[in-house]
């Protein structure tokens, strides 16, 4: 049985750090597409991070791009998010997501997305961290 924690969340002012960290049983994140996932309140869930398959190429949501690093270490199996200049509008559950099919929802034109934040069709999910910055 596949289990995905989370951990790491917290409260922090605005301009501030977080890392966050991920394990999972039952599966190894080397072998999987991975990434981070988050939703505020009243708003969509929002692909943050992720690492693909194959080369691990990462990718990042816009709003995040400079601020958040994404990385993995395999001897660990654990799965990190490294949040630097938060501000309240990175308020959110934080998820942790693994996946390796490919997302049919994202197919066009005979390809699928690029991108590994829709490319993959994550199935396994963490319960969630809480990330809540403070101005």
């Known amino acids: 049985q596949v289990q995905v924690v989370e951990s790491g969340g917290g409260l922090v002012q605005a301009g501030g750090s977080l890392r966050l960290s991920c394990t999972a049983s039952?599966?190894?994140?080397?072998?999987?597409?991975v990434g981070w996932f988050r939703q505020a309140p009243e708003k969509e869930r929002e692909g943050v991070a992720c690492?693909?398959?194959?080369?691990?190429?990462?990718d990042y949501a816009d709003s995040v791009k400079g601020r958040f690093t994404i990385s993995r270490d395999n001897a660990k199996n654990t799965l990190y998010l490294q949040m630097t200049s938060l501000t309240p509008e990175d308020t959110a559950m934080y998820y942790c997501?693994?996946?390796?099919?490919?997302?049919?929802?994202?197919?066009?034109?005979?390809?699928?997305?690029?991108?590994?934040?829709?490319?993959?069709?994550?199935?396994?999910w963490g319960q969630g961290t809480q990330v809540t910055v403070s101005s």
């Open positions: 997501v693994a996946g390796r099919k490919l997302n049919p929802a994202y197919y066009s034109g005979g390809t699928f997305a690029a991108s590994c934040l829709r490319r993959y069709d994550y199935n396994y």
């Open positions: 039952g599966l190894s994140f080397d072998a999987y597409a």
């Open positions: 690492i693909g398959l194959g080369e691990g190429a990462t």
